[in-house]
């Protein structure tokens, strides 16, 4: 039987998958959030979200995904992983992953040139003949290269008089924000620009209890108590991917040792054994208020 089923749950509560559904709605992720929607509603181009690993940004943007699949009004297409060798390949691989039904697609060697307008023309006859909103989500964004932060600056120039015809989502690590500052042909057009921060202790302890509840967890008890609460913040400093690994051990060092709440001295221990692999991130980890 799995650990947490002996421990009234029906669902993992803390693995560490980026899943939609484990997603509590910070006040920061769902500003983030709300604006992100809006802004592609509006068709308004550009939106950047930085914030250090384990933030939160992939599992925002499958929420996103979530939000939008099943969408008549919208096509999109997430990138995990924006290295792409030269700016040929990046202009490929947007006109096969939006589906894009033009012969040079299938050509043994595609020309750039050919490659852009038939993206244009198909994001022409999207958004424009048929309505539609197109929409490209781009994880990991501190990876891109110059020239493909040059491909996307080139893809927000497609535009009407009233809206932009491809709409950008950026979500990356805080080095992002160095590449990008100093273009200001792209730095100017976002429109919407978001930082997440670590949670707070309140913001804490009511993500626990999120995916406790999320993991289907009934009875009436906390399962965490509030100084074991107080010590995940103090070790994790607030960041939800150390959180949800921290709460994970807990939970799995109950199951060893035959208890049903996670003590304070339960995640001491997880914490000093940590420490003794000599495997905890030291560093402080940089923060940057919103850009
Ligand atoms: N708002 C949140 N609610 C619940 N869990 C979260 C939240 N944000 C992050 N997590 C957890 O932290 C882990 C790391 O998040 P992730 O989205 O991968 O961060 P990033 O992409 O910024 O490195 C996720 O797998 C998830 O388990
Ligand atoms: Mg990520």
Known sequence: MSYFKILGFDKEPFSTSPDPDFFFLSKEHERAMTNI????????????????????KTTLSRKLIQ??????????????????????????????????NDPIVNLEQPNIL????????????????????????????QKLSESSLEVLRVLLNYETNTFKLLQLV?????ELYSKIVNMSNFFDRISFKYTFNPFDLDETREMIEFRIRKAGYKANMHIFLEEAVK???????????????????????LVLRNKFVVDE????EIIEEEINTGWQRKNSLAQKNNF
């Open 265 to 268: 001295s339960v995640v001491k």
């Open 170 to 174: 950026l979500l990356g690590q805080l």
């Open 114 to 141: 050919g490659l852009k307008e038939a993206v244009e023309r198909f994001l022409f006859q999207k958004g424009v003949t048929e309505n539609k909103i197109v929409a490209i989500v781009v994880d990991e964004a």
């Open 37 to 56: 929607l809006i802004e592609l509603r509006l068709r308004r181009g550009l939106s950047v979200i930085l914030g250090d690993v384990g933030t939160g």
């Open 67 to 100: 939000e939008l699949t099943g969408r008549e009004d919208f096509i999109f297409h997430i990138i995990l992983d924006p290295s792409f060798e030269n700016e040929g390949f990046f202009w490929l691989s947007l006109a096969k992953n939006l589906e894009i």
């Open 231 to 253: 010590e995940i913040y103090q070790y994790s400093k607030g960041y939800p991917r150390q959180i949800t690994m921290l709460c994970h051990k807990a939970l799995k060092n």
